[in-house]
């Protein structure tokens, strides 16, 4: 109150106890370094209650001795909450991205274990001497399922992506291997609509 500041009132009293002392520290200093840079320190309410405050004091002298102090105080509550906001977002969002990877690490590796049983048996199958009706089904069972596990390798790929893991491997391919595996993916389904599915490559 202004009764109060007539009275005199030392200011390191606006502070808590803690940095209090770094104002004493610094106003024995003050004919060295006269500038105190701006830093948050903590305010102190007459009711005792402390809020985050950027302070900036210069000491003003003549002749070699401090006559007076000259001070700027800045009540840094709303950003400082913002701030915790923003990290508490962050944090959320980090556990958010954690759950899915988690999530889909564990989904890919659970469908592999059974998508490496059909691979197997298709292959077991086929050194069977099947028929040759019962030949292309296979082949075409065992691409399918192929094709199903590159993309549980792609869905492990995202979380190698986030990390910066990923590696691009350099492989020799067959088109025509490919693009005959495709076709007898979907020869079925088209035999079904009465649809003709016919291949040709150089």
Do not use: W
């Not at 958010?96 to 990877?101: D, I, L, N, R």
């Not at 391919?173 to 595996?181: F, M, N, Q």
């Amino acid at each position: 109150e202004s009764k109060e500041i007539k009275q005199g009132i030392h200011f390191s009293q606006l502070f808590c106890k803690q940095d209090a002392k770094l104002i004493n520290q610094y106003i024995q200093g003050a004919t060295i370094q006269p500038e105190l840079p701006s830093v948050e320190l903590m305010a102190r309410r007459k009711d005792g209650t402390s809020f985050p405050a950027i302070t900036h004091i210069i000491a003003v002298l003549e002749e070699g001795m401090v006559i007076r102090f000259l001070g700027l105080m800045v009540d840094n509550t709303l950003r400082k909450q913002q701030q915790q906001e923003l990290i508490a977002a962050k944090e959320q969002a980090e556990e958010a991205s954690h759950a899915k990877e988690q999530f889909l690490s564990t989904m890919s590796h659970e469908i592999r274990t059974p998508m490496n049983a059909v691979i197997g048996m298709t292959n077991l199958l086929l050194d069977e001497s099947p028929l040759e009706s019962q030949r292309g089904n296979l082949k075409a069972l065992k691409h399918s399922a192929e094709n199903l596990m590159g993309l549980l390798n792609d869905i492990l790929d995202f979380s190698k992506i986030e990390a910066g893991k990923l590696t691009i491997n350099t492989a020799p391919l067959s088109l025509a291997k490919i693009a005959t595996g495709l076709i007898s993916t979907f020869e079925v389904n088209a035999q079904e609509k009465g649809l003709k599915l016919s291949l040709d490559y150089d």
